[in-house]
């Protein structure tokens, strides 16, 4: 693209092919020069130095009636146009400027500079306090339809069982909703304790999702499955006398038995990568329970 130095692009492998899900462009300082030069405005930044720093600098002196004389309403843009020369360039055109003249380029137009339009060109030394520049700019542009998309895509399992039980493998960092809370049955003993792992869980920020709707337990756990929920509570009958719940893993469907005042924290160390399932499993007893559905 014209307005910038390097383009690259992030693609995914679907069904469809090599898809292109993110766009990055180095725009430099393409759009800021583009502003200044518009509004004849500088739009730098500016950092303080520790030290001031001493360097040479070009500079040239214009003769101002005779370049207006020759360029008239032009001027102006011929005179910018030698003030934005580099040192070398300065330099080049005062060696040409000795034995005749100098053509200055400015778009698609040339001019031709001659010895009478120029006062003078020499090397002067400058101490500055403050260095100005223009800050470049990284333009990244995501196609968020494509990148859901191809996570869906991505992500969407059968269970090798049972090919009707579908299910999204979304990691848990993205899963909108990272765990269910599920009472074994409609049973009212179990309410205080679907409602304190609910709290507990939004205290530590996780969103979850209480599923308390008639139907057996392996189909509730079908439908989480379904939207990708990485982990299940379960809130059983053991819960009351044990003070314990089950805590199920969407892959692998395996359920270990943790107790209730850890289990807001390793659901929480589940979902932020600090914990692997394989790990939780070595630390905390397994559970085992036939999913009917």
Not at 101 to 115: A, F, H, K, M, R
Not at 205 to 228: C, F, H, M, Q
Request: aromatic share 8%.
């Amino acid at each position: 693209a014209h307005y910038a130095c390097d383009c690259w692009d992030a693609e995914c492998l679907t069904t469809y092919g090599w898809v292109e899900i993110v766009g990055c462009a180095d725009r430099s300082c393409y759009d800021l020069n583009a502003h200044a030069k518009a509004a004849s405005t500088k739009f730098v930044a500016q950092q303080r130095l520790a030290e001031p720093v001493s360097r040479e600098v070009t500079e040239v002196t214009l003769n101002k009636a005779v370049l207006g004389k020759a360029f008239k309403k032009e001027a102006g843009k011929v005179s910018a146009a030698i003030a934005e020369l580099s040192d070398d360039q300065k330099e080049e055109m005062k060696s040409q400027l000795e034995t005749g003249s100098y053509q200055l380029t400015v778009g698609d137009n040339s001019y031709e500079i001659t010895p009478a339009m120029i006062s003078g060109v020499k090397t002067v030394t400058k101490t500055e306090h403050v260095r100005e520049f223009v800050p470049s700019v990284i333009e990244p542009s995501f196609g968020i339809g494509r990148i859901l998309y191809c996570i869906l895509e991505c992500n969407f399992k059968v269970r090798e069982s049972d090919e009707k039980r579908t299910w999204l493998d979304l990691p848990p960092l993205i899963a909108p909703t990272k765990c269910s809370v599920l009472p074994l049955s409609s049973n009212d003993v179990f309410t205080p304790y679907i409602e304190q792992i609910s709290a507990s869980l939004r205290k530590l920020g996780i969103p979850n999702k209480v599923d308390d709707s008639s139907g057996a337990i392996g189909r509730r756990y079908a439908r989480t499955d379904e939207i990708g929920i990485p982990f299940g509570i379960t809130v059983d009958f053991d819960t009351v006398k044990l003070n314990s719940v089950t805590v199920r893993e969407r892959n692998t469907c395996t359920q270990i038995r943790v107790p209730l005042d850890e289990v807001a924290v390793v659901v929480n160390q589940l979902c932020s990568d600090q914990l692997t399932w394989s790990d939780a499993s070595s630390k905390y007893p397994s559970f085992s329970s036939q999913e009917t559905i």
